[in-house]
């Protein structure tokens, strides 16, 4: 069992920055995958980011390539998402994901079994 707490949302301008934070207790947080998703009102729950266990790979969604990044540090058990250049279609509630266990990165949703509580991002134009 692995416990995920965000951080680091809040309202920004159009073109402007925001790192969000994931937290994780419990288990060993570099035997995880991490994975970020984001739900805006009324749309389904969708990828935004993974890395793998020794960060030495990542996958990003379409819409945030070039713009977003996710990083993680094994030693304070922590995962990162800088988001650069944010646009309104980036306003959602951020989560942070584990699976169990994968040898991939998943994208899909149904394949993370541990999650955060999520943190707002309001970006206005």
């Known amino acids: 069992q692995v416990q995920l707490v965000e951080s680091g949302g809040g309202l920004v301008q159009a073109g402007g920055s925001l790192r969000l934070s994931c937290a994780a207790s419990?288990?060993?947080?570099?035997?995880?995958?991490m994975g970020w998703f984001r739900q805006a009102p009324g749309k389904e729950r969708e990828f935004v980011a993974a890395i793998s266990r020794s960060a030495d790979s990542t996958v990003y969604a379409d819409s945030v390539k070039g713009r977003f990044t996710i990083s993680r540090d094994n030693a304070k058990n922590t995962v990162y998402l800088q988001m650069n250049s944010l646009k309104p279609d980036d306003t959602a509630v951020y989560y942070c994901?584990?699976?169990?266990?994968?040898?991939?990165?998943?994208?899909?949703?149904?394949?993370?079994?541990?999650w955060g509580q999520g943190t707002q991002v309001t970006v206005s134009s």
């Open positions: 994901a584990a699976p169990k266990w994968s040898t991939l990165l998943p994208l899909n949703k149904n394949e993370y079994d541990y």
């Open positions: 419990g288990r060993t947080f570099s035997r995880y995958i």
